[in-house]
């Protein structure tokens, strides 16, 4: 399956920007992910949701900011994204975690993966 994010940009902080990522098959079987990379840090878990939709996962720093969700009649996942912050300018990658499941929480776990979209978060 290919993966397309889509939707990164210049956003002030405090602003909100979303994020889609289009698959080009059914991804009703595949955990879904989002991940992100700063210039010159490593890859991050930003945010994981299961099959169902109905179990979603974030890393702390984005709880309560960011939500993920899925529409798999459409073969997309979105990560809505509010209360930006200059830390989190970054690259924001989409990821596709097919069956047998790996640790949502790692990059290295999922098995595609989009090109990436740019988000910068001024100040």
């Known amino acids: 399956v290919q993966l397309q994010a889509s939707g990164g940009g210049l956003v002030q902080a405090g602003g909100s920007l979303r994020l889609s990522c289009t698959a080009s098959?059914?991804?009703?079987?595949?955990?879904m992910g989002w991940f992100r990379q700063a210039p010159g840090k490593e890859r991050e878990f930003v945010a994981a949701?299961?099959?169902?939709?109905?179990?979603?996962y974030y890393a702390g720093s984005m709880q309560g900011r960011f939500t993920i969700s899925r529409d798999n009649t459409r073969n997309t996942v979105n990560l809505q994204m509010n209360s930006l912050r200059p830390e989190d300018t970054a690259v924001y990658y989409c990821?596709?975690?097919?069956?047998?499941?790996?640790?949502?929480?790692?990059?290295?776990?999922?098995?595609?993966w989009g090109q990436g979209t740019e988000v910068t978060v001024s100040s």
């Open positions: 949701i299961k099959t169902s939709s109905h179990s979603t």
């Open positions: 990821a596709a975690d097919h069956p047998p499941y790996g640790s949502r929480w790692y990059w290295s776990e999922y098995d595609y």
């Open positions: 098959g059914p991804t009703v079987t595949y955990g």
